[in-house]
């Protein structure tokens, strides 16, 4: 009868705790993927303690809202990764403003390479005259100002893409004001083809592309086109703070920290050219309006987003020791940045992981 009461309890313990998710073993180490080859490793949802039928429903959701990619590691292995609409594993989409997160990392590089310092005059690197301003309003505008999205000009001109000195109008003093605007962020391209001496593409496949095994990968006109999994490769760096596989491609730790962290007091969830989750409000592109709350309310608190027109997405939750990565087309309206594609996919898969 003790015998029996024993595997009793133990048969209780076990089936109670069988939903519970695996820590991931310290010894195990994270897990890099050769920078060559088709080789992946993978580890199964029930290897985790996950649940395989409710990753299938985040899975599916995702695939009802024209995802063409969708890849989740856990500790650099891949645990599910699926293709709809005629993708591969090697087809190459654009990533919208998801690559803005590249560039706020690849400027990380560069201050660490002492070729420009983010306190510097943009002027410095783009020339006197670079806007319409006066001089003195144009020389408040720092390479900060870029990323954070406080530069001070007019986000509501006709082509926020515009580049040229007469689509870069004074609206307030830079630092003064938080606005989602492309061109002071694409100028960063330029910013750092003019510092390093070499085109953008050629210093973006030196410093990051060929060091994370990215051939696919390649900026036209302004904007990045990856694979799937070469995204989850960048999550994959900056889930590491800017190391892959023992080599720190950015070791300034400051920087990652100030990039990952809330950058300036208008927007709490922004930090350079990243969002944050987890903050107590946040702002979104094409308003001035400051809501309460979380950006992704169903999300870890500590989840970092690259995040890009049409629900182009990088997630990256420490916490978790996760990348995500939804590539495809607008999950519904036409959005830049966040959306509610974001909550309600990580409400079904928060369910799956069981936390």
């Not at 690559?99 to 690197?125: T, W």
């Amino acid at each position: 009868m003790h015998k029996i009461r024993i595997v009793l309890i133990f048969f209780i313990f076990i089936t109670g705790c069988k939903k519970a998710p695996v820590p991931i073993s310290v010894s195990e180490g994270y897990y890099f993927p050769p920078l060559t080859g088709e080789i992946w490793d993978g580890k199964s949802p029930a290897q985790l303690g996950w649940d395989t039928m409710k990753l299938n429903e985040a899975f599916n959701y995702a695939g009802s809202k024209s995802t063409y990619g969708l890849i989740v590691l856990q500790n650099g292995k891949i645990v599910k990764e699926q293709y709809w609409n005629n993708w591969t594993k090697d087809t190459r989409y654009y990533i919208a403003s998801a690559g803005k997160s590249v560039v706020a990392f690849l400027m990380g590089i560069a201050q660490q390479e002492n070729l420009l310092n983010i306190n510097d005059k943009s002027s410095q690197y783009l020339g006197l005259g670079w806007t319409s301003l006066s001089p003195d309003k144009e020389n408040l505008i720092t390479l900060r100002h870029q990323l954070t999205m406080t530069t001070g000009l007019d986000d509501g001109v006709s082509n926020n893409n515009c580049t040229d000195d007469t689509c870069l109008i004074y609206k307030a003093d830079a630092g003064s004001r938080w606005a989602y605007h492309n061109a002071p962020y694409l100028l960063l391209q330029s910013v750092l083809s003019n510092a390093s001496g070499k085109t953008f593409n050629q210093y973006s496949k030196e410093k990051l592309f060929d060091k994370l095994g990215m051939p696919k990968s390649l900026w036209y006109n302004g904007t990045m086109w990856c694979t799937t999994r070469e995204a989850a490769r960048f999550g994959s760096l900056i889930l590491n703070k800017g190391n892959w596989n023992g080599i720190d491609l950015l070791n300034d730790q400051n920087y990652f920290d100030a990039m990952t962290n809330t950058s300036q007091t208008y927007n709490s969830s922004y930090g350079y050219l990243w969002w944050l989750n987890g903050k107590t409000s946040f702002m979104v592109p094409t308003s001035q309006l400051v809501f309460q709350g979380p950006l992704v309310p169903d999300a870890p608190a500590d989840m970092i987003m690259a995040l890009g027109k049409d629900d182009k997405k990088i997630y990256v939750v420490p916490s978790l020791n996760l990348v995500a990565v939804r590539l495809g087309d607008a999950a519904e309206n036409v959005t830049l940045g966040p959306s509610s594609f974001d909550n309600e996919f990580w409400r079904r898969l928060k369910l799956a992981i069981g936390y």
